[in-house]
């Protein structure tokens, strides 16, 4: 695909339907509809619109990858009547949610409840804009695009707060509290693990950190750095065991207990929009991206779209691997939480940083082979 | 224990504030003694016979008057006592046993709410089953219960 | 009645004229007091705007309502019934073994949440105690519209076996409107499901 | 954060019922609580003096509604005492049997509960689809799921049907496989034990004081058991063990439970051996005639002058799933008791939750309580 980013295939298609739409038109229309700004403008709503609705699209079907596989873990089959599979079943609760009433409660600070699940859910959304996904669908090279991606992450306590806060209700405050003091306990070790991946592979650009994967994944050599990074985006994406901030069984829903209707799907879907951008993480830093190893067979890995689809299959494997842990794992309390973050996992990302350190001055190792080398 | 040595080991006390002491198939016996005896009963049947455990409170209307009766059990001797006093329907109040048994506490609650029997010096005595300002007391023999359409029926004839 | 007497000649004249009505030729506009012609077309739009709107909605309706959205929501909304998770009484245990491996109710996309907000329908399981009702008038208000109510079992139908109780609402109807009744002491979680299905035939054939 | 008080319930997840408490919490940190009952007050006592002796069993099932068996054969004891009715051998086996798959049925869903209030998500699951196989054999002789209405003054209403014993074998070796899947969920998950140890601690003093009873009082080291200190039906023939821990902790509660359900499996074993055995009358053949038929009374003798009927007092006490219920049962003539009372386990248990919850977090009372196992409606009646 080279250099055919996904941006620059908005930009093709917004100059191709303006150029058309502007040559049955005499001269000053055509001159202002073939404008180069226009022509970015509409790019960029283009771009806008196929990122939203990819993610959209991929949220709900990894509510759905969620629920079946659930239901599986515990014996049972899930939403099955909805669709082939249930695969509809969340778009008829989304619609359902979208048909509800919306309403405050009275005492609740009105700036604040209905602000917060908005920024909330828009802030999750940015980070794909961010996100490569394969060497096509690219944003664009940005040099420190790890660094903002993570940065927005880290966003949400912040309008986690204001929202649990303005609802006006105590388990929606200590929800909220809790969810602060979690995300910003998790900030720290995430970052420290992500510093072994950007130590071995030299570079904050995502693209780049999957290019130097070619040779040999990150999570073998890196494994302290992928337990720590998992940990942390569990804690981040508030699943279990760490899902204290909407703890059921002694905060009814948490943080959105006040929420319904719209706004609650907001939630939900912006819940589940970072677990999306968790796995993905997880898949560009420690399982090399839309890169298949070698022994893969060329047919495989030389189909139109083949990097997309591999990514997709990897991405969904890892959330796999994080509803495995949610259907085995019970929930961890706040000062046990808080006491794993500081003691354990900081000495240990602090590790995993050293252990990069190290294999960088090695370059090598017996089993995965050689980083590849500088400049190349 | 027979219900032979439980009246020797409470008279010493009691005295003849000891009604009796009746068999009772399956316990220790049924000791019946007067309500003013209550606290020295509650002393030494927890401290003396060892019956450290109050399982249960109860009331019964007798119409005439009205029964408080306590279900006690003894880990040394492995077996369970009944205290029963009788209580004058105009007046049925009797010293509570919180201080002895701190388990008294809920059952004479509810034995309050539901039989109308006070207990003197209970430090929590209010609704338990019955939401606050409930002014009956059901299970007294002349609280009837009706099916709902003969309510219906007779509130609309009032 | 052989012959019809002939109908009474109606004479043809012409409606008198309407109150302060003139025909063209001579326009009363010198007798209307002096109002810009500004004002006068903002009287018209808004006179226009309801007017616009009634006869759009009401095409839609016809059609939009009639073919398209009311189908579309009434699948959504039958297809992803969230009831409140509580637990009055026995009915409790049937309503959480039927969300439980063998009976699965979550392949209906039932789903119990745990706050009223998030809810639209309330499973009434289990004896309902004029301690508790006022309670569950408050949860049945907090639950936003559209909402269903399912009385579970007999209990919550009228009373059960403590109707005649001095603490127990006879059927939960006297508090809240409910929808569906589900006959059983307590209803088998088959029977809950069933309960549940038959509501979505009632939401399928709602018209609003 | 300042103290303030928080509701938590009558509709809250944690509460596995209707009832609501009240804790004062500093931050996460509990000071006070207040378990405010009565939501669920069915005035079972009142109605059962209504009603024909045989008429308050219906009430029974769904007065503690997930041990039903357990507490008919309570009130049964008590009204028998109270009736001068003795049953014959065959039915107290049954009933003996009864008790103690209602106490591994009760036991799977406190552990379905249990592990829910923890955020254990699937064992959930397992835990009430294990229930749901001990149901089905209840449902093959009784006929339902949770209510029964199966056991009569005098015995219970019909022998077990051909080859139960044989399926009923055949569940007892399904759950002890399931039980060692359970512990290895729960026990072998470091989290499990990190949140659970030296969780809701309750010493052998508090809970005589505040006359808890049960497996909580037994994970405080006392071997106190009824079917062994005060063997009631069939108990004394039995070969078991009482399970006792000594950590006083929701742990200890876990080890317990998961104990008891070993022991009952070990007894029922021993019960379906004898049942296989001794075929017989499941009915006491010398009832009052009265006693078999309240609607249609046949002749004079459903009319009988009250002086007529036996007069007595019935006190029974139970080993229930929960602990210890007592019924007192005054019979003063005439087809309907006079007093029922009935003492229930939890009753207590809740009643001391000052002793075992203050001091800890708010995150930690779901598991507390969960270890408690609390059923509303033997609290309220």
Known sequence: ?376 | MQPDDVARALSTRLGDRLLGVETFVGTAGRVRFRADAALDTFHSVHDELGFRHLSMVGGIDWVDHREVFYVVWSDDVRQYLILSADLPADAAHIESATPVWESANWHERETWELVDITFDHHPDLRHLLMPDGYVFHPLLRSFKLHEPEELEVKQRSV | MGHLTPATPVPKVAPPPAEGYQLMGDLPMVDQPAVPFIEIETVRAKEFIPAAKEAFTALLAEQGQAKVIRPTFNWAGRNSLFPLHWGLACCAIEFAAAFSARHDAERFGIVPRSSPRQCDLMIVNGTVTWKVAHKLITLYEQMPEPKWVIAMGNCATGGGPFRTAYSVVPGVDKLVPVDVYIAGCPPRPEAMIDGILKLETLIRERKE | MSEMWLNMGPQHPMTHGLWNLRVKIDGEMILDCDPEMGYLHRGIEKISEDRHYNEVITLMDRCCYVAGLAWEHLYILAAEQALHVTPPERADYIRAMCDEFQRIASHLMWYAAFVQDLGLMSPFLYGMRDRDLVLDLFQSFTGARMTYEYQRVGGVRSDLPAGFTDRARKVLDWLDERYVEYDRLCLGSTIFRERCDDLGKLTARDCIATGVTGPMLRSAGLKRDLRKDRPYSIYKQLDFDVAVADAADVTARYLVRMEEMRQSSRMLRQILDWLDHHPGPVLADRLPRWLGAPYAPQGREGYLLKRNYPKGLGFSSVEEPHGEAQAYVVNEGGEHPYRVKFRSPVFANISAARHYLVGYHVADIPPIMGSVDVCVGEVDR
């Open chain 1, 1 to 376: 695909m080279g250099g055919a980013t996904l941006f620059s295939v908005s930009d093709t298609l917004a100059s191709v339907l303006l150029n058309g739409l502007g040559s049955i038109f005499p001269q000053p229309i055509h001159g202002w509809l073939t404008n180069p700004d226009l022509i970015l403008g509409l790019a960029v709503l283009i771009f806008g619109a196929i990122l939203l609705a990819a993610s959209m699209i991929n949220t709900i079907v990894l509510i759905w990858w969620e629920r079946k596989l659930l239901g599986r873990f515990m014996d049972r089959r899930g939403a099955m009547h909805v669709g082939y599979a249930g695969l509809l079943q969340n778009f008829a609760d989304g619609l359902k949610l979208f048909r509800k009433n919306t309403f405050r409660p009275r005492e609740s600070d009105s700036l604040g409840f209905y602000a917060g699940p908005v920024a909330y859910m828009v802030t999750s959304l940015i980070i794909f804009g961010i996100l490569p996904i394969s060497s096509g669908w690219n944003s664009g090279a940005l040099p420190l695009s790890l660094l903002l991606a993570l940065a927005i992450f880290s966003f949400a306590p912040l309008f986690i707060f204001v929202s649990a806060w303005s609802s006006n209700n105590k388990y929606s405050l200590m929800g909220g509290m809790r969810s602060a003091a979690q995300m910003i306990a998790y900030e720290v070790p995430l970052l420290l693990a992500v510093v072994a991946v950007v130590v071995v592979s030299g570079s904050f650009d995502l693209a780049t950190i999957v290019q130097e994967q070619q040779n040999y994944w990150f999570w073998g050599p890196l494994f302290l750095a992928l337990v720590v990074f998992v940990a942390g985006m569990l804690a981040e994406m508030e699943r279990i065991p760490f899902d204290l901030p909407e703890a059921e069984a002694e905060l009814v829903e948490g943080w959105n207990t006040e929420y319904g209707g719209m706004l609650f799907a907001f939630f939900m879907l912006a819940d589940y929009l970072r677990a999306l951008v968790g796995s993905i993480l997880v898949v560009l830093l420690f399982l090399g991206g839309w890169t298949m190893p070698g022994w893969v067979p060329s047919a495989a890995t030389s189909f139109p779209l083949a990097g997309i689809v591999w990514f997709m299959v990897k991405t969904y494997a890892v959330f796999g691997l994080f509803v495995w842990i949610r259907a085995s794992l019970p929930r961890v309390r706040t000062d046990q939480l808080l006491r794993i973050g500081w003691n354990r996992m900081i000495p240990l990302s602090l590790a995993s940083v050293f252990l990069a350190a190290a294999l960088v001055l090695v370059r090598c190792l017996p089993v995965f082979g050689c980083l590849p080398s500088p400049g190349v």
